[in-house]
Each structure stands twice: as structure tokens, then as C-alpha cells.
């Protein structure tokens, strides 16, 4: 083939993809101009009924070469783009708490809240940390008896931990929130700074046992590789272990567990800061049987069940993506007696105009098999633990 046969069509292109890109710039000032329609009348920027509308069509007018997916492909990109530009543009900021009614005048008439293990543990003090020294803390032994507090009449709310930023996901505590039907309506983040404690007898060269929750005992790692000839032993709270471990009296036990558990039990600080890492959070989240209306919380979680199919898990979070929605957190959880299948749990940023909010969940709605609105909720972040 000969160069000015190959010249000839590839200036024709050329001159075609000039006045593309001229026609798709004056469509984009066009979209700009409804986006600044949208922003002042608070409507959602995305508006997938007028996307549908318009790719059918553009399908119906089209006489190829290209197919129907083609054209799909290529006119949902321009519409995604210039959506992008819209939200670049005109996009507000995510939720700001700043001024908002502070969470106990907004739970009025409870009192009780119960949280996992003895008094002095860290989900106590989490607890007294978003609440306030005014609530009364309820002790559970076990995380399965903790979720059924409010059933049972013994609480009002239920403080729970979700996860820790060194070992991930409390695994129990997550199944059993999807077991329940509660709602998260605050959180906390609380640095947990871990203390050896024992008698007044006991020092680092008498004790022979440590014990303490597994979690603390896993945080610990360098502590005993730096001292191989204690023996770990697991229990079911941190506090608990620091009591006993006091009470005994016998200076060859200790228990790992907070600075605060020290104090109440009255025991003796052997070593402090014994946790493998300072930059050590535990994510603790307040659960009731209501969710908080207030909507105007900054965070919310979702677990959606989607079909096990290529692509699914794509089309559920893309209704995020093209709201500009920020994605906080994103963990597959398999279900039981399902093999293959998961539901996924997200928390994201709550957008400050609500129609992008009610829009993107009832796109997900649309491509999800369940979705499963957890709460609407507030952050707090609690300072230090030493």
C-alpha cells in the first residue's frame, strides 16, 4: 500500500478528531452550565434515569459500524467524564461535624451502656471516653453475651470494638453485628498503650506467667521475644487479668492491660509501654436498636451481599465512585454455609448534599442481591491512654 493512499485517510481522521474534540468541549460547557443549575437547586450531579435515556438513544440513532456495547462504552465515558468535571467544579466538601448537637443530648433517657470484660478494660474507657463519666458501665464477660445486652434489659447501648489498626478486624465482634439487627451511631478511636502490672512484690525478673486478652498478648510480640522464658497465657479481658494477676498476690504473675486497670485494682506498673507499636488505635463503635436520625453524621457503613458474578463488586461501588464519594474501608466477609459468596462491608464519607447519598445507594440497591444500612454516625477521636 502505497504512503499517500495511507496519508489520505489518516488526514481525514485527523481532521475528524479535531472537530470531535471541538464538539466535546462545547458539550462539556453545556454540562457545566446544568451542573451549576444542579449545585444551587441541591440536586444530585449524577442522574443515571437521563444517562439511560440517553445512551437508548444514541443506540436506537446508531447505523454503525459500531454495535450497541460500542457505543455504550464510548458515550458512558464522555458522560463520566464530564460528570467529573461537574463534581470538580461544583462538588461540595464532605460532611462537616463541626457545631453538630453533641451525641448525649441526642440519645436522651438511656443510661446504661455495656461494653466486653471487667472495669478498667480499654472498651470501658472508650466507653466513659464518648459518653461521659454520667453513664453507668455495664460489664459483659463475652462478646456473645455483650450483643445481647439490650435484649436482655441489662443496657441501653452496647460499645463494642471493630477493629485495631496492628491486627485488623475484630473478626467476632463483626459477625456479630451482622447477626444482629443493630445500628452504629458513634464511634471512637482510643490509643491503647499497654502496661505490665502485678503485686507490690512482683518485678520483671520474679514474674514467670503474663496473661491478658489474646489480642493484647498478639500487640506484645517484641516484649516476650525479648523475654522467651515467660508464659503467655490468654483470657477473656485485659482487665480481668490485671485483677487477678493483683489479687493473687504472687510475684511471679502478671497480667498486660491499661494504665487505668492498674490504678483501680491497685496494682504495681512493672513496665510500661510493652505493645509492639506506639502507633497502636483500637476503632470502638456504639451500637443501639435505633438508628441516629439526625443525618448529619460524617461516616456511614454499609454491608452489601452482591451475586457471584464477574464485575458485580465493580458496578456496586461505581455508583460511589461517580458522586465522588470517598471510600473509607472496604472487607469481604465470606457468608456461612455459602461457599463462594461474601458480603462486603464499606465505610464512606458522608457527602455533604444528601441527594448524592440517597442517589448512590439506590444505584447500589439496583445491582446488589441485599444491602444493609448500618448507621449514620459521628467520629470521635479520644487522646491518649497513658
Known amino acids: 500500500m502505497s504512503k499517500e493512499k495511507i496519508n489520505n485517510p489518516r488526514a481525514e481522521i485527523d481532521a475528524i478528531d479535531e472537530e470531535l474534540l ?55 465515558r464522555i458522560i463520566d467524564e464530564s460528570l467529573h468535571l461537574q463534581q470538580v467544579t461544583y462538588g461540595k466538601d464532605a460532611v462537616n461535624e463541626q457545631g453538630r448537637e453533641p451525641l448525649v443530648d441526642r440519645i436522651s433517657g438511656v443510661s ?13 474507657e472508650a466507653a466513659l471516653g464518648i459518653l461521659g463519666e454520667g453513664f453507668e458501665t455495664v460489664s459483659m464477660p463475652t462478646f456473645e453475651e455483650l ?22 478486624s475484630v473478626q467476632r465482634c463483626v459477625d456479630l453485628l451482622l447477626e444482629s439487627s443493630l445500628f452504629i451511631i458513634a464511634e471512637t478511636s482510643l490509643p491503647v498503650a499497654h502496661y505490665l502490672v502485678g503485686c507490690d512484690d512482683a518485678t520483671i525478673e520474679t514474674i514467670t506467667t503474663v ?6 498478648l498478639a500487640q506484645c510480640t517484641k516484649f516476650f521475644a525479648a523475654n522467651p522464658g515467660l508464659k503467655r497465657i490468654a483470657a477473656d479481658d485485659t482487665a480481668g487479668s490485671v485483677r487477678r494477676a493483683i489479687k493473687s ?23 510500661e509501654h510493652v505493645e509492639d507499636n506506639n502507633e497502636n488505635f483500637t476503632r470502638f ?37 461517580r458522586r465522588g464519594i470517598d471510600l473509607l474501608k472496604i472487607e469481604s466477609l465470606p457468608i456461612r454455609d455459602t461457599p463462594r459468596e461474601f458480603n462486603f462491608y464499606l465505610d464512606v464519607q458522608a457527602p455533604a448534599n444528601p441527594a448524592e447519598l440517597s442517589g448512590a445507594l439506590d444505584e447500589i440497591r439496583e445491582n446488589a442481591v441485599d444491602v444493609r444500612f448500618l448507621g449514620r454516625y459521628s467520629t470521635k477521636h479520644l487522646g491518649t491512654s497513658d
Do not use: M, W
Open 22 to 76: 471541538r464538539l466535546l468541549n462545547k458539550r462539556a460547557a453545556i454540562a457545566l452550565r446544568v451542573g451549576a443549575a444542579k449545585s444551587t437547586a441541591e440536586t444530585s450531579l449524577c442522574d443515571p434515569l437521563r444517562e439511560r435515556e440517553v445512551l437508548a438513544r444514541l443506540r436506537q440513532e446508531n447505523p454503525g459500524p459500531f454495535t450497541d456495547a460500542n457505543i455504550d462504552s464510548i458515550f458512558q
Open 112 to 124: 446504661r451502656v455495656a461494653f466486653l470484660g471487667e472495669r478498667g478494660t480499654f472498651s470501658e
Open 285 to 321: 463503635a456504639l451500637l443501639s436498636t435505633t438508628p441516629d436520625d439526625s443525618g448529619d453524621g460524617s461516616k456511614i457503613s454499609l454491608v452489601l451481599r452482591l451475586s457471584n458474578e464477574p464485575g458485580s463488586l465493580h458496578r456496586a461501588l461505581r455508583p460511589f465512585v
Open 147 to 168: 450483643f445481647r445486652a439490650i435484649a436482655s434489659g441489662k443496657a441501653d447501648l452496647i460499645l463494642t470494638p471493630l477493629e485495631n489498626s496492628l491486627i485488623g
Open 249 to 271: 498476690g504472687d510475684p511471679t504473675r502478671a497480667g498486660i492491660g491499661s494504665k487505668r486497670a492498674a490504678e483501680i485494682y491497685g496494682g504495681k506498673i512493672i513496665l
Open 211 to 216: 496473661e491478658s486478652h489474646p489480642a493484647a
